[in-house]
């Protein structure tokens, strides 16, 4: 079998890999024997102008350094603060300065000419996520004709959104360049083909081939999973409830997001605030609980919602809070994932309410840390890529808080009947589905690509 070589922003460099992604690809290096190529963590001044080797893992590993100016550009600029807020509906929130623009392609030429000494002509390449959308393109012009595939973790941006990008036409032209590009969801298959046609005149040639400018690519659904087995280990073994008691007699509703604007977290404390409004008798009956570690702080747009939920946290608070109870407790720190684990376990409720999400895998957590015999009810939003596998949640728009306030309610009152059928259904989803899978699905679909061209270099 051909050696993977797996392309993300960040190479994970810490002894213990955690996160579903990094457990995921590690899998699939240990497995075919590889290389993981990533940035390096931190930007430098006077960045090396070849990869770093970092031995020590069951793989190879290589990294890039990068210069204040082009990780400002390229990563904070291009990547998230235009390609993030565009792909999450955020077009308000896009700050579109050609400066980025030009770095993003400066730097994705960059990486593609640090590859290359390193590339065997039978290499399948796997390329991560939307900032690197361009590698493909820029590792072609240098000759290479490895199969090259790319799978996007967040939203592929509907035809409205896509005209909101200061290029849409070259993002098509960079994704025709991959021979296979993965999405979460078929609702972005879906815009993926529509944007492609208007912005770009790509020509949909059979029910996963595109064509434009003479490159055909195949695109296809793989929705990413979690290491479902582990994760519902870590759950049981989990310190037990002694560690909340500050629940008393309270149920716990619980939500766990990086505190990014595309995760609804303002939205969902309203929609609290809305059922301790109309259901008076839930007061004292339900505690939630959001843990929201911060990201990308410095970041305009993030520092803001930092301090919208901090103000709706403290007035909701301000208003229902008693001697004995607290209603929401908002904690902006990380937690270790076995407590995560178990304190999903314990959870009545899991929130998850995105305004837009790729797939969202604090939901499958939540499912998986569930006991089968009593399990809590997950509440998630119609525009997490999870809706699409898991119709069994209770799907909300996250924009609606009566409607969400009704779905809280229903969740407390939900016989166990109910609430273990929709459990099994879910967890069945997550277990076939796992992280596994996912890699699995996706190599072999590229695998099949690399039959169609015999690479020179
Ligand atoms: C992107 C896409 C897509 C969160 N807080 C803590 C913590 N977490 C872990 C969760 C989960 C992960 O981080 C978050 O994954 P999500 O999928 O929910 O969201 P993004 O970070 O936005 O990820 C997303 C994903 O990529 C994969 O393709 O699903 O749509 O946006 O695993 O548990 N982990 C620990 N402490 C925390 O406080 N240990």
Known sequence: MSRLVVVSNRLPLGENPSGGLVVALDDALRSSGGLWIGFSGEPVEDPAEELIDHPGAAFDR????????????????????????????RADLAHLDPVYLDGYRKVSARIA??????????????????????????????????????????????????????????????????????????????????????????????????????????????????????????????????????????????????????????????????????????????????????????????????EETEYLAGRINGQFATLNWTPIRFINRPYPREVLAGLYRQARIGLVTPLADGMNLVAKEFVAAQDPEDPGVLILSRFAGAAEQMPEALIINPHDAHETAAAMASAMRMSIEERRERHAAMLQVVLEKDVGWWSAAYLEALEQESTKEQPEN
């Not at 390329?127 to 000759?143: I, N, S, T």
């Not at 301790?276 to 929201?292: R, T, V």
């Open 113 to 306: 000419r640090l590859m290359v000494p390193h590339l065997r002509p039978d290499d399948r390449i796997w390329v991560q996520d939307y900032q690197l959308f361009a590698l493909g393109a820029e590792l072609r012009k240098l000759g290479v004709r490895n199969p090259i595939g790319h799978f996007l973790h967040i939203p592929f941006p509907a035809p409205a959104e896509c005209a909101t990008l200061p290029n849409p036409a070259e993002l098509f032209d960079w994704m025709t360049h991959y021979d296979l590009v993965g999405f979460q969801a078929s609702r972005d298959m879906d815009n993926f083909a529509a944007s492609g046609f208007h912005m770009a005149g790509m020509e949909q040639i059979g029910l996963n081939t595109f064509r434009l400018d003479g490159r055909t690519l195949r695109a296809e659904v793989f929705p990413i999973g979690i290491d479902a087995q582990s994760f519902i280990e870590e759950a049981r073994d989990a310190p037990d409830a002694d560690q909340v008691r500050f629940l008393t007699n309270a149920r716990l509703m619980i939500g766990v997001d990086r505190l990014d604007y595309s995760k609804g977290i303002p939205q969902r404390f309203r929609a609290f605030q809305q059922l301790l409004e109309s259901i008076p008798d839930l007061h004292e009956k339900i505690s939630f609980l959001q843990i929201a570690p911060p990201t990308r702080s410095g970041v305009q747009a993030y520092d803001d919602i930092r």
């Open 62 to 89: 290589l990294s890039f350094d990068l210069s204040p100016e082009d990780h400002h550009n390229y990563y904070l600029g291009f990547s998230n603060s235009v390609l993030w807020p565009i792909c999450h509906g």
